[in-house]
């Protein structure tokens, strides 16, 4: 375990950021999820590496059942790394919003994000009103 920096605890400022305290152990969570992400991506190529062979044309004689569970499982290898790269870029955001001291706030109309929902979703990069008003497009 990475022993984090002391930071003297202050109050929330008026704009709802955060207190230092709170962003060095979010900011550690957020960087041990992308460890984890990035393993996860890791393996999953593998995975696809392996179902996919070595192109010496092994599976050939397979019959249908076989040749979609083959593609089954490429597909659904391929799902999750890609859905993996997607939190793993919303976590590196995240990061960056920490490090130039714009984490919590908005990014359409910069009020603060409110912190139970940056708390359920520490990669939130919008307020709630903000994140309806965008799914509603």
């Not at 230092?20 to 696809?48: G, H, M, N, S, W």
């Not at 062979?53 to 569970?69: H, N, Y």
């Not at 603060?112 to 990069?125: D, G, V």
């Amino acid at each position: 375990m990475v022993a984090l920096p002391v930071v003297p605890e202050r109050a929330v400022d008026a704009d709802g950021t955060w207190t230092d305290t709170k962003l060095v152990a979010l900011r550690a969570e957020l960087a041990a999820d992308r460890e984890a992400l990035r393993q996860t991506i890791t393996d999953a190529e593998r995975v696809l590496v392996a179902i996919q062979g070595d192109g010496s044309g092994e599976g050939a004689g397979d019959d249908q059942v076989d040749a979609g569970t083959k593609t089954f499982e490429r597909e659904h290898e391929m799902s999750l790394a890609q859905n993996s790269k997607d939190l793993l870029s919303q976590v590196e955001r995240a990061l960056g919003r920490i490090d130039d001291r714009t984490y919590g706030a908005c990014e359409s109309c910069g009020r603060p994000i409110a912190k139970a929902r940056l708390q359920a979703f520490p990669r939130a990069t919008l307020c709630v009103s903000c994140k309806q008003r965008e799914e509603r497009r």
